[in-house]
């Protein structure tokens, strides 16, 4: 029986909600991270000891307005005061330009959604990717505006729908649905935008819709409502079935009524996994430190966003068809979790 998942939200927890978009991929500076600092948890008692000198380390996340970004700014701020390792994280398109960077030894660690990391480590040029900790499950959203004729998914035939720009994953897995539920780019008039791109879009009529798999309630739609009212279209159980039974990184979700203000009533979905991610190069202390810093810090993290509540030892096996890194495996032993498969 498949697990259903109710997505749990906290509108003030929102981070960075006027923030830009990045495009490309740049440096980011450790910005100071909206958690309690006193509920950090100070790593004196790791039974693997971080032996390898390492100054510097970099995650490849997103643009700035996005999950992926702000999770990945708490992440380097923890390992920067934890570890002593100076972390940034890395402004990019997403997980598909984050798997490069992976594979391109640009950057150590990387957020990415699982669907992508199955396609870059089956591919033919395989990426030894390697699961540090799985973040949370990133939930389908179909938007348009409130007085649009879009009333379901067949709806977008013909329509301009924001897509998600080049080198992400929201574009990589916009591919995957688009076919699964029998139609392509050709039927409908792709735009390729940012999340801030497409709050823009809106407001100018440029687009009749956007279809975008992020934490809910996402940033740039939250602003979006603050100037127009919203409609979420559901998936019904017969579509959200063709992706739950054919695919292992996807379950079914619900968004609660509320979770926008325009939108009063529950909304049937799905999600796929997002994880940290490294190659299989990464130093096993490293990984082993990282993943303890993560994992037993979970406190300060929810404070950063309300997703951080699924970074926890229970949702290991939710991670799957990708394996853990070596070191991450010695923790998870460490504390008495037993990974699946």
Known sequence: MKRKLSLLVALAMIVGLLAG??????????????????SIVPITDSKMPLTT??????????????????MGSAYADL???????????????????NVTLLDEDKVELGVIQL???????????????????PMYPNVIQLV??????????????????????????????????LETLGLSMDD??????SFTETTDAFRNGAVDAVLVNTAAPAPFLVDLETTD??????????EIAMFTEKFPFYVEATIPGGTYSSVPEDTK??????????????????????????????????????????????????????????????????????VEG
């Open 53 to 70: 000198e390492m100054s510097n380390m970099s995650i490849g996340t997103a643009g700035t307005s996005g999950t992926f970004y702000i």
């Open 188 to 193: 409908i008039e792709p735009q390729y935008l």
């Open 229 to 238: 009212a919203i409609k979420m279209i559901p998936f019904s159980d017969e």
């Open 269 to 338: 979905t799905f999600a796929v996994w997002i994880a940290l991610m490294s190659k299989d190069t990464l130093p096993d202390d490293v990984a082993y430190n990282v993943a303890k810093t993560l994992f037993e810090n979970g406190d300060y993290l929810k404070d950063v966003h309300v997703v951080a509540q699924y970074l926890n030892t229970d949702n290991v096996n939710e991670i799957k068809g990708v394996p853990y890194h070596p070191g991450v495996l010695q923790y998870l032993e460490d504390v008495g979790v037993t």
């Open 79 to 97: 390992i920067t005061r934890n570890l002593g390792i100076n972390t940034i994280a890395e402004v990019t398109a997403g997980s598909t330009e």
């Open 21 to 38: 978009c990045g495009g490309s991929s740049s440096s980011a500076p450790t910005e100071s991270a909206s958690g309690n600092d006193a």
């Open 144 to 177: 348009t505006l409130a007085d649009s004729d879009i009333n379901s998914f067949s709806d977008l035939k013909g329509k301009r729908v924001s897509v998600g720009s080049p080198g992400s994953g929201v574009l990589t897995t916009n591919e995957i649905i």
């Open 115 to 133: 669907d992508v990391t199955l396609d870059a480590m089956e591919g033919e040029d395989g990426v030894p990717l390697r699961v540090i900790a």
